[in-house]
């Protein structure tokens, strides 16, 4: 089945650099890519799609590559703010089966003022 | 506003009472789904719906139900609730099962089952 791998649970940066946080997915090759924003207890908010055949996708301070060669999005913020704070989901289609989104785990993005 | 709404927010119930968790959406959008999300497991699938009357099991189906008569509705039932089923509930809708569009989530439901 399909995993999809978040580099870390937490990651901590400081005020004004850019966060990178990484997607990894194993097994079948994803049409689409999307990356959500979670505030604690509340529901996911869509940020960003990419697709297959795009290999970046830029919104304002974020910035998302897709390589379907090494299995991977990264997710970038430039020029980070405390306000950025938050957990970042990702989340792929699988071609077949029943699950249309599966969703990872998550990466906890702490910016330190 | 577009919206999914959820109700409702939190919920203590005790072991086998039936209860209903509410989900409505105002964006015609054809594809619901309910999730629920727990600490070190992440958002799992509960149940989906393509289209009004279809209706499908996600990864973690066992103990609910779901139905969806109408384009906007898609209620979550719980009809035995246990301990088990504490968690935090998402309900969310896209245009079109595929989500190119992205998902919009409801805001959530905190169920606590003693």
């Known amino acids: 089945s399909q995993k999809i791998e978040q580099n870390s649970e937490a990651l901590n940066i400081q005020e004004g650099k850019t966060a990178t946080l990484t997607c990894n997915y194993t097994n079948y090759s994803p049409a689409y890519l999307q990356w959500y924003r979670q505030d604690p207890g509340r529901g996911p908010v869509f940020l960003l799609l990419?697709?297959?055949?795009?290999k970046e996708k830029r919104k304002e301070r974020l910035k998302v590559t897709f390589d379907t060669t090494l299995k991977q999005s990264l997710f970038h913020i430039t020029a980070s703010q405390p306000a950025d704070s938050a957990t970042y989901l990702c989340?792929?289609?699988?071609?077949?089966?029943?699950?249309?989104?599966?969703f990872g785990k998550g990466t906890r993005l702490s910016v330190i003022a | 506003e577009a919206q999914v709404t959820q109700n409702p927010r939190y919920l203590i119930t005790v072991t086998g009472k039936k209860l209903t968790v509410t989900c409505s959406q105002n964006m015609n959008h054809e594809y619901m789904s309910w999730y629920r999300q727990d600490p070190g497991l992440g958002l799992r699938q509960i149940y989906y719906s393509m289209n009004v009357e279809v209706t499908d099991k996600g990864d973690v189906p066992e103990g609910y139900k779901v139905s969806r008569k109408e384009k906007r509705n898609f209620p979550l039932i719980l009809e035995s609730p246990s301990p088990n089923q504490t968690s935090l509930y998402f309900c969310?809708?896209?245009?079109?099962?595929?989500?190119?569009?992205?998902?919009?989530f409801g805001s959530g439901t905190r169920l606590t089952v003693v």
């Open positions: 969310a809708s896209s245009l079109s099962w595929q989500g190119y569009g992205g998902y919009t």
């Open positions: 990419i697709r297959e055949n795009e």
């Open positions: 989340a792929l289609d699988i071609p077949s089966g029943n699950t249309p989104l599966v």
